[in-house]
């Protein structure tokens, strides 16, 4: 269809440009349902922009979003396949044994992920970070300038402290933050980070270029 299999940067990544980049787990259904919309209308002879058909699907996913936190935050089990539960434990006991720092910075609310982590790791799956950060949201969190503070997050109240966040305690959640902030509490800077992410743009894009850290794309 484009005559040749490299296509320029200009022609996908302009702001008047009629293609979008679907590149993470999260594209599949959406795929699915744009093949699969597109489909039917031409077998019944709808004619469609696909801006339009764009724009509706995307719509639909954002509103099956709560349902998709709803079924996390109360059944992980429909998500999450924790067959392999142990090995994942013994990876995160191996890092810990040889001085290895681990972290998780979500976009995720702390119920679904202590739902998800206490299903995968245990109750006890804090013991294996040094540090937890939810609603980060990301990728804004990556970028420079952002002045997005740290707060610490009550699990037991279900409430964003006030008080300055100083350093990372072990065993505390927090939210928010900048990566600016986080690399001068942590000192994790430069090389010394490897950091895994599901999204090349929001998650590892900037990371890579701007902050020098290390990247694994999952």
């Given at each position: 269809?484009?005559?040749r299999r490299y296509l320029p940067s200009?022609?996908?990544?302009?702001?008047?440009?009629?293609?979008?980049?679907?590149?993470?787990?999260?594209?599949?259904?959406?795929?699915?349902?744009?093949?699969?919309?597109?489909?039917?209308?031409?077998?019944?002879?709808?004619?469609?922009?696909?801006?339009?058909?764009?724009?509706?699907?995307?719509?639909?996913?954002?509103?099956?979003?709560?349902?998709?936190?709803?079924?996390?935050?109360?059944?992980?089990?429909?998500?999450?396949?924790?067959?392999?539960?142990?090995?994942?434990?013994?990876?995160?006991?191996?890092?810990?044994?040889?001085?290895?720092?681990?972290?998780?910075?979500?976009?995720?609310?702390?119920?679904?992920?202590?739902?998800?982590?206490?299903?995968?790791?245990?109750?006890?799956?804090?013991?294996?970070?040094?540090?937890?950060?939810?609603?980060?949201?990301?990728?804004?969190?990556?970028?420079?300038?952002?002045?997005?503070?740290?707060?610490?997050?009550?699990?037991?109240?279900?409430?964003?402290?006030?008080?300055?966040?100083?350093?990372?305690?072990?065993?505390?959640?927090?939210?928010?933050?900048n990566i600016e902030e986080f690399a001068?509490?942590?000192?994790?800077?430069?090389?010394?980070?490897?950091?895994?992410?599901?999204?090349?743009?929001?998650?590892?894009?900037?990371?890579?270029?701007?902050?020098?850290?290390?990247?694994?794309?999952?």
């Open positions: 269809m484009y005559k200009y022609y996908i990544g302009s702001s008047n440009s009629q293609m979008v980049q679907l590149a993470d787990a999260f594209s599949k259904p959406q795929m699915c349902i744009l093949s699969d919309v597109l489909d039917w209308f031409d077998s019944v002879g709808i004619d469609c922009q696909p801006e339009s058909l764009y724009a509706d699907v995307n719509t639909a996913l954002s509103r099956a979003h709560p349902r998709f936190h709803t079924v996390a935050a109360t059944d992980p089990s429909k998500l999450l396949d924790n067959s392999h539960g142990q090995e994942l434990v013994k990876l995160l006991t191996n890092f810990r044994n040889h001085n290895k720092q681990v972290f998780v910075i979500t976009n995720s609310p702390y119920k679904i992920v202590h739902k998800g982590m206490s299903y995968m790791l245990g109750n006890n799956w804090q013991d294996y970070f040094d540090a937890v950060i939810v609603d980060a949201k990301k990728p804004g969190f990556f970028a420079r300038n952002n002045s997005a503070v740290f707060r610490e997050y009550s699990t037991k109240h279900d409430r964003l402290k006030w008080r300055r966040v100083q350093d990372f305690e072990p065993n505390k959640v927090y939210a928010g933050g001068r509490m942590t000192g994790w800077t430069g090389e010394k980070v490897l950091y895994l992410g599901d999204h090349v743009y929001a998650d590892l894009a900037d990371l890579s270029l701007n902050h020098g850290w290390r990247t694994g794309a999952i």
